[in-house]
C-alpha cells in the first residue's frame, strides 16, 4: 500500500523572526489546500529566545541580559513557556485537524505527533518514553507552573529520559490546522537560560537553575558524546516518517512563497507590536 506523501523541509539556520514566521505560512498554505502536511526542521541564527503566545515580557523576562547575551527575541504563535535555541534541532509538524486518526484532544494529538520525537531518541539509542504526570501534584504542576521556563517541568506526552525532559514541546490550532513545533535538547547552557528570566531573589534564581538540571537533560550529555547534528536530522526525520506512516518528499519554497514568509515576518514576528504586546 503505497504510504500518504509529506513534505519535508530543513531549513537550517534561520533568524527567529524568519523561523516563526514560516511555521504560520506552512499552516496557511495547508489551510488552504495548497501543500500537503509538512515536517520542518530548523535552527536558530542567532541563538534566540523565544517566548510562549501568552507570556508577559514585562513580567517575565530580562530583556537586558537578552541584548546582552546578544540573544534573538521573538514570541511563538503557540503557548508554553520561554525557551533558548541554541544548542539544538528545532521541528515543526504541520498537519489538519481532520487528517486520519488524528485525535480531536490536544493532548492525544501531542502523543501521535510526538511519536516521531520517541522513534527518534530510542534510534539514537536512547530510553526515552512520554511523561504521563500520575499523581495529583504533578498534574497541579502542568496547571499552575512555577515558573516561566520550559524545562522546568515535563508536560503530558513530552519526551523524558531516565525521568527528565529531552524535548519541549507546543502546539496552536487556527483554520483547521495544527502547529506543532518544539526543541530537541543537543546541549543545554542553564546558566544563560536562567539569566534571560526575571526572578524575585537571586536564591529564587539558583533554585530554578538546579530544578533545570534535576528535570532536563541534552541529548550529548546522556550518550557522553558529541552527536553530529546531521545525525540527529536523519534519525528524526525517519522517526517522523516511521511513526506516522508517510513518505517525506524534500520541499523548496518558491520565489513567490519567501515573499509571503518575508511579508509575514516584517507585518509579526519582527515587529515590537507582536514580541511585547503582553
Request: proline share 5%.
Amino acid at each position: 500500500m503505497e504510504k500518504t506523501k509529506w513534505y519535508f523541509i530543513d531549513s537550517g539556520p534561520c533568524a527567529p523572526s524568519y523561523n516563526m514566521a514560516l511555521d504560520e505560512a506552512l499552516l496557511d498554505w495547508h489551510s488552504e489546500g495548497l501543500i500537503p502536511p509538512v515536517i520542518r526542521f530548523y535552527e536558530w541564527n542567532p541563538a534566540t529566545l523565544s517566548i510562549g503566545y501568552f507570556q508577559s515580557v514585562e513580567k517575565e523576562i530580562d530583556m537586558e541580559a537578552v541584548r546582552r547575551l546578544g540573544l534573538g527575541f521573538v514570541r511563538r504563535p503557540t503557548g508554553g513557556r520561554g525557551v533558548l535555541h541554541e544548542h539544538e534541532l528545532t521541528y515543526s509538524v504541520i498537519v489538519s485537524e481532520d487528517y486520519p486518526d488524528m485525535p480531536a484532544t490536544v493532548t492525544e494529538a501531542y502523543r501521535v505527533i510526538s511519536e516521531g520525537l520517541l522513534k527518534g531518541f530510542q534510534s539514537l539509542g536512547l530510553e526515552a518514553y512520554f511523561s504521563i504526570p500520575n499523581t495529583p501534584d504533578k498534574l497541579q504542576a502542568l496547571k499552575s507552573p512555577k515558573t516561566a521556563v520550559c524545562f522546568d517541568t515535563p508536560s503530558w506526552y513530552e519526551l523524558v529520559v531516565e525521568g527528565k525532559k529531552v524535548a519541549g514541546s507546543a502546539q496552536t490550532r487556527q483554520k483547521g490546522v495544527i502547529l506543532q513545533h518544539g526543541a530537541i535538547l543537543l546541549d543545554l547552557d542553564d546558566e544563560k537560560l536562567v539569566q534571560t528570566f526575571k526572578f524575585s531573589t537571586d536564591e529564587a534564581r539558583e533554585k530554578v537553575k538546579k530544578s533545570i538540571n534535576q528535570k532536563a537533560v541534552a541529548i550529548n550529555k546522556l550518550l557522553q558524546k558529541k552527536i553530529p547534528i546531521d545525525i540527529c536530522k536523519v534519525a528524526f526525520r525517519d522517526g517522523f516518517s516511521e511513526a506516522l506512516n508517510v513518505e517525506l518528499v524534500p520541499f523548496s519554497l518558491n520565489e513567490k512563497q519567501i515573499e509571503y514568509v518575508k511579508t509575514l515576518e516584517k507585518r509579526r514576528y519582527a515587529n515590537d507590536e507582536w514580541n511585547f504586546k503582553k
